[in-house]
């Protein structure tokens, strides 16, 4: 049983390295810090989505939590494919936001002590902003444009 191919098939899938659960769960991260309905200049976007990969990075190995007892805690889910069924899905320990420490620090204790380095660094990202994808096109003094309907 265990040389059936298909067997082997699903134990390659089963493989830590073929799991995308921490890409999904980034990605969802990133909608909450940069929703899809809100538009954001590129700039804005490029600082939400380092948020995101900071918050992520911090929160990324969040360990079970546990009751006063030290008991681990479990929260019961009822997806809809179980038909009234349930799994236990552990509850993890409440996300931490050191990062926004850390941020604020650097800029209290460095940024505004001697703001060159990140002014520096702000005319390097601005350099490389690109071009938005309506600047391609020929826009119509809107005189001629009238005429032409008309």
């Not at 082997?8 to 929703?35: C, W």
């Not at 546990?66 to 889910?77: L, Q």
């Amino acid at each position: 049983m265990i040389n059936k191919t298909q067997v082997l098939r699903d134990v390659r899938k089963l493989s830590p390295g073929q799991q995308t659960s921490n890409v999904e769960a980034f990605h969802s991260l990133i909608i909450h810090f940069a929703p899809k309905s809100v538009h954001f200049s590129f700039l804005g976007m490029l600082t939400r989505l380092c948020l995101a990969a900071m918050h992520f990075n911090e929160n990324a190995g969040r360990k079970q939590a546990h009751n006063r007892d030290g008991e681990p805690v479990f929260i019961i889910r009822y997806p809809k494919f179980k038909k009234g069924g349930y799994t236990l899905q552990a509850k993890k320990v409440n996300p931490t936001f050191e990062y926004v420490d850390d941020l604020m620090n650097t800029l209290f204790d460095k940024t505004l002590v001697d703001p060159t380095h990140l002014l520096e660094q702000w005319h390097s990202v601005q350099a490389r902003v690109p071009a938005t994808l309506s600047a391609k096109f020929q826009r119509p003094i809107k005189a001629d444009a009238v005429e032409q309907h008309v």
